[in-house]
């Protein structure tokens, strides 16, 4: 990390010096070998990551959020958004916005847990409400703390998307925690993950998720858990045809940047990006609502059987070591009271 840093820095001096200079074909192509820095303060070009497909609700945030800094800058800032993965799973993602060879990109919240202690909390199970309560947490006191977090790994964050309930898909019926004794199930790289499901009785196996589809076909896991529309966007309904509604958690998404764009932006830019950042995100939140219904009749009309549970106590009841391990400092405590106290 050093060493790339040490690699960086050189080659945006190299830059500067080069800039100051009339440009000659020799260091345009020069310029053009050094992609991740090489770019004149008045046209940068940022890169993109989107674990989901471009049509996605998420995806078309993002586009958005690219269309609207662009219109906003004159192109001074061009962004593009690499979709469907293209530029890796989710944990080398994080890792490389760290270093700054991606610049943005939308992250679910949970494989931050074990670097961003406050995103345990979002992530924590029956915790909100419902929708609302989620959004009064995350774009107030939850997305503050949050945001703290993420700021001293390196990450900016600018909004929140919406994650959606997450529930229960497998191979087999669920209908009782009981039946959730020795599944394999897939989860997110997250600690909080793991224990949530050994809480169940379940074995977690953290997997990326461009891994669950062959992973589910070829009996690894039995299960994975997540949202009507990853479950049906993903084709996971067709090998796992059993989607329970446990709603066991609602973890928000975030919009970023990474620190090292951030600190190269005047205060300008920096209210243009938080802008349309905000805006994607309201269109995002619409996309979502439509999404989760759609998706919900997609699976159905192709078969699976949908299981809805009605009182979901057996499931919450078992949740107090995963509370325990996961809010016991006072700080995480503390949010999870004013969460819990949130009107
Ligand atoms: C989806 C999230 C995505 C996660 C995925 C997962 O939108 O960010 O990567 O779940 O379970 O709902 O890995």
Redesign the pocket.
């Given at each position: 990390m050093k060493a790339l840093r040490a690699i960086r820095a050189k080659a945006a001096e190299a830059f500067r010096a080069r800039a100051g200079q009339a440009f000659c074909a020799g260091a345009l192509a020069a310029a053009a070998l050094l992609p991740w820095s090489a770019t004149p303060a008045t046209a940068q070009e940022w890169r993109g990551w989107n674990?989901?497909a471009a049509d996605y609700p998420?995806g078309q945030g993002l586009d958005r959020f690219g269309q609207l800094v662009m219109e906003r800058t004159n192109n001074r800032i061009r962004m593009r958004t690499y979709h469907s993965a293209q530029l890796g799973q989710?944990d080398e993602a994080i890792q490389q916005m760290r270093l700054g060879s991606i610049d943005f990109g939308?992250?679910?919240l949970s494989?931050f847990n074990n670097l961003a202690p406050s995103t345990n909390v979002v992530t924590l199970p029956f915790l909100f409400r419902n929708v609302a309560h989620s959004h009064a947490a995350i774009d107030g006191i939850a997305g503050e703390e949050i945001a703290k977090d993420l700021e001293a790994i390196g990450i900016i964050a600018l909004a929140w998307y919406d994650?959606?309930a997450?529930s229960v898909y497998s191979t087999r019926p669920i209908r009782t925690p009981a039946d959730m004794r020795g599944l394999k199930i897939r989860v997110?790289t997250s600690d909080l993950w793991i224990d949530l499901m050994r809480a169940l009785g379940a074995n977690a196996t953290p997997l990326?998720?461009g891994e669950v589809f062959t992973s589910l076909q070829s009996g690894v896991i039995d299960a994975?858990e997540?949202?009507f529309?990853?479950y049906e966007s993903t084709r996971h309904f067709e090998v796992a045809r059993y989607y329970t509604t446990t709603e066991h958690s609602n973890v928000p998404?975030v919009l970023a940047v990474s620190q090292q764009r951030w600190r190269r932006l005047n205060e300008q830019e920096r209210n243009i990006v938080r802008d349309a950042a905000r805006e994607s995100a309201t269109l995002q939140r619409r996309l979502w609502a439509e999404r989760e219904q759609v998706s919900r009749r997609r699976v159905e009309a192709a078969g699976v059987t949908v299981i809805e549970l009605t009182d979901r106590t057996p499931w919450s009841q078992l949740m107090e070591p995963v509370y325990a391990k996961y809010a016991a400092t006072p700080r995480l405590s503390g949010m999870v009271q004013a969460i819990r106290a949130l009107p």
């Open positions: 674990i989901h998420n989710q939308n992250f679910n494989p994650g959606g997450r997110q990326p998720f994975a997540n949202n529309p990853s998404e």
